[in-house]
């Protein structure tokens, strides 16, 4: 119950989740102590996939086990799944019956202006050295000037291989035998591979779009601000399974729907599906969802029984600041590409600067911006 009350009320991102967790999780209910769920929030900032849903799986998986874990999962992401799917079959009904979507206007240049906020913000947090800045503007160029999917798992890993060269930098810690369970890492592999060979022989494209989650899910380091731009490129600038407009509003809705950031996929998947009708759009939504969020639950079976062993040896630790600074490339990257069209209108423009400056000075809640921007869009 208490993990259904998060799942309804956590608006904003992965920052407003854990202050959420921490009141209700641990001084409410006291599940766990603050210094461990700080401690799981940082095993799930160095796994791929979306660290709150990532986080309250560990608390499941601590509690109760795998059962429990499982069940949190479903319990977290359900919410905004269904919110998220029902959005996409509500836009594609308005599109069918040439019902323009033109009252989202002022709703794609919020959603640009929160990942341009997001990105420069988590820079702030996790860069603090000249060398990471470098690897910013490295990986923002890079992505900028050659969008492709493959793009992002190169720049990610060279960035982390690159930074943890500096480990002498890090305190020396006591070391302890790593003793590895590879169970959860064979049943991540099993899936990806009998995903893509399924997908393969039958060309169905719900297990296609299924095994395109998994593989995104399997490489995401730093939440659903990383995982927009590596959407975008894929499912709109590749693949065209959606148009800009409708990913900007998949964007936006994200910041009105509560739960995880990730939700996103969920809508993505199910556009990607809405020539099949609405049940159609039900699997699209259902696949994506299971399919981003399964390899970050596979990472935390895997790497919480040892982590108390990992984070003492100083490569691992060292690693984090490349990786987040060429996520932090990436997401500024997709920021310019999708504001790169909106240049040549000044409605816009303004909203990008108006949004930056309510979000940057007004501390106003992201859900309100944006439901202020449909209004604006009926009324005007």
């Known amino acids: 119950m208490d993990i259904l009350l998060l799942s309804l009320t956590a608006f904003g991102g992965p920052q407003v989740h854990l202050m959420m967790m921490i009141e209700r999780l641990v001084h409410k209910r006291r599940y766990v102590t603050e210094e461990e769920l700080l401690e799981l929030q940082a095993l799930c900032s160095i796994l791929?996939?979306?660290?709150?849903?990532?986080?309250?799986?560990?608390?499941?998986?601590?509690?109760?086990?795998?059962?429990?874990?499982?069940?949190?999962?479903?319990?977290?992401?359900?919410?905004?799944?269904?919110?998220?799917?029902?959005?996409?079959?509500?836009?594609?009904?308005?599109?069918?019956?040439?019902?323009?979507?033109?009252?989202?206007?002022?709703?794609?240049?919020?959603?640009?202006?929160?990942?341009?906020?997001?990105?420069?913000?988590?820079?702030?947090?996790?860069?603090?050295?000249?060398?990471?800045?470098?690897?910013?503007?490295?990986?923002?160029i890079l992505a900028y000037m050659y969008p492709s999917p493959y793009m992002t798992p190169v720049l990610i890993v060279c960035g982390g291989v690159a930074s943890s060269l500096n480990f002498k930098k890090h305190e020396k810690?006591?070391?302890?035998?790593?003793?590895?369970?590879?169970?959860?890492?064979?049943?991540?592999?099993?899936?990806?591979?009998?995903?893509?060979?399924?997908?393969?022989?039958?060309?169905?494209?719900?297990?296609?779009?299924?095994?395109?989650?998994?593989r995104n899910g399997s490489l995401v380091f730093g939440g659903g601000q990383v995982l927009i731009p590596i959407l975008y490129n894929e499912f709109v600038t590749f693949k065209h399974y959606l148009s800009e407009q409708e990913f900007l509003a998949g964007m936006a809705l994200t910041q009105v729907v509560p739960g995880p950031v990730f939700s996103i996929a969920t809508f993505v998947g199910s556009v990607s599906l809405q020539s099949n009708g609405w049940f159609g759009q039900i699997v699209g939504g259902f696949v994506a969802t299971a399919g981003i969020f399964l390899p970050g639950t596979f990472f935390i079976f895997f790497a919480y029984p040892f982590w108390d062993q990992l984070k003492r040896y100083r490569g691992i630790r060292a690693s984090l600041e490349g990786i987040h600074a060429a996520s932090c490339g990436l997401t500024i990257a997709a920021a310019i590409s999708l504001f790169q069209p909106m240049m040549t209108n000044i409605q816009p423009v303004v909203t990008v600067i108006v949004t930056l400056l309510v979000v940057a000075f007004g501390k106003v809640p992201s859900y309100v911006i944006i439901l202020a921007g449909l209004l604006l869009g009926l009324v005007f």
Request: proline share 5%.
């Open 173 to 214: 810690m006591e070391k302890a035998e790593i003793r590895i369970k590879w169970r959860p890492i064979i049943f991540w592999i099993s899936v990806l591979i009998a995903a893509a060979i399924i997908g393969k022989i039958t060309n169905s494209l719900p297990v296609r779009l299924f095994e395109n989650f998994y």
């Open 48 to 140: 791929p996939g979306p660290s709150s849903t990532q986080t309250v799986t560990a608390i499941g998986l601590k509690i109760g086990g795998q059962p429990l874990a499982y069940l949190t999962l479903l319990v977290w992401s359900l919410p905004a799944m269904i919110l998220m799917t029902l959005a996409a079959i509500g836009i594609h009904y308005l599109e069918r019956n040439a019902i323009s979507l033109d009252f989202t206007r002022f709703v794609g240049p919020m959603a640009v202006a929160f990942l341009m906020y997001g990105a420069s913000s988590i820079a702030r947090k996790v860069i603090h050295n000249t060398q990471g800045w470098t690897f910013l503007v490295i990986s923002t």
